[in-house]
């Protein structure tokens, strides 16, 4: 069984998935008024993969019968100027989600969780691999054309699959 503060964190993060995922949805949705659908599709992804993980804590504390408590999350940043301020904000985001995740996992060590802390390990690997792609897509909507933006993200977003490694998402098949 997860550690008290432990599963209260997790608890916590449930919900700064969930406010990353709408932070995604309203970017998604900025990109696809602009009519940059490749910029949407990313986006709109990302969104479900910030679900997903919330879903992967819900059902990690399920299957150790922790409660599961779904926090409140504030609203998003709705408005933006611009094709660059969107990706600025969601490369912050993604960095403010690391450190949420490294104290997570701080968490559990110092609990002595170790289930706890290897669940934690995909997702620490995760937070590397999203900053280096925003931090890469930063660079590329800094200097380039919006033609040269949707061509860059069709290119990388190409052969993508599931992490066989990944935690179950609750409610997934």
């Known amino acids: 069984m997860p550690g008290t503060r432990f599963a209260e ?3 916590a993060q449930i919900g ?3 406010a990353a995922h709408n932070q995604y949805v309203a970017i998604a949705v ?3 008024a ?6 949407a ?3 709109y992804g990302q969104a479900l993969e910030e679900r997903d993980h919330a879903m992967m ?3 990690y504390l399920l299957d150790t019968d922790v409660d599961v408590v779904i926090p409140g999350v504030a609203a998003p940043v709705p408005c933006f100027e611009g094709v660059v301020a ?4 969601a490369l912050s985001q993604e960095k403010r989600v690391t450190d949420q995740i490294n104290g997570l996992l701080r968490t559990a060590r110092e609990e002595g969780d170790f ?5 934690m390990q995909w997702f620490i690997k995760e937070q590397v691999e999203e900053v280096a792609s925003m931090s890469d897509l930063l660079t590329v909507v800094r200097r380039s054309a919006i033609d040269d933006i949707e061509d860059y993200v069709a290119r990388e977003r190409g052969g993508e699959g599931t992490d066989a490694t990944a935690p179950r998402i609750a409610g997934g098949a």
Do not use: G
């Not at 969107?86 to 904000?89: C, N, Q, R, S, T």
């Open 41 to 43: 599709a990313l986006f």
């Open 115 to 119: 289930a706890s802390e290897q669940f």
């Open 16 to 18: 700064n998935e969930l």
């Open 30 to 32: 900025h990109y696809d």
């Open 86 to 89: 969107p990706v600025e904000l």
């Open 34 to 39: 602009l009519t940059m659908p490749q910029m």
């Open 57 to 59: 804590m819900v059902q």
């Open 9 to 11: 964190q997790l608890n």
